[in-house]
């Protein structure tokens, strides 16, 4: 059974820093697309970025603020999120890929977190 349980929300002010954890379990995850996503009030789920390995991707609107790392044992990923903005505020998710392929699709990731809330204040 994979569970997938993220830690590390709260509420930062504008231009604060957050990292947020995903911690793994079921499985080993080193080789999987550990990806994240976020979900803000009336909108559709978001791709914030992915990696695997040293392989990493993020979406345009984070480059440069937010980064991914993993463990050395890789089943714990974190989003660090620096120079927050108010839209960043969203339910942030971890979710997990067992496909050979990276994507950036919310629908291609097989297990999913209960998510986390990160809130910015201006």
């Known amino acids: 059974q994979v569970h997938l349980v993220e830690s590390g929300g709260g509420l930062v002010q504008a231009g604060g820093s957050l990292r947020l954890s995903c911690a793994a379990s079921?499985?080993?995850?080193?080789?999987?697309?550990m990806g994240w996503f976020r979900q803000a009030p009336g909108k559709e789920r978001e791709f914030v970025g992915w990696?695997?390995?040293?392989?990493?991707s993020y979406a345009e609107s984070v480059i440069g603020r937010f980064t991914i790392s993993r463990d050395s044992a890789g089943n714990t990923v974190y989003l660090q999120m620096n120079s927050l903005k108010p839209e960043d505020t969203a339910v942030y998710y971890c979710?997990?890929?067992?496909?050979?392929?990276?994507?950036?699709?919310?629908?291609?990731?097989?297990?999913w977190g209960q998510g986390t809330q990160v809130t910015v204040s201006s």
């Open positions: 990696s695997r390995g040293s392989s990493k």
């Open positions: 979710a997990a890929r067992e496909g050979p392929y990276p994507s950036s699709r919310f629908h291609d990731y097989d297990y």
């Open positions: 079921g499985r080993t995850f080193r080789s999987t697309y």
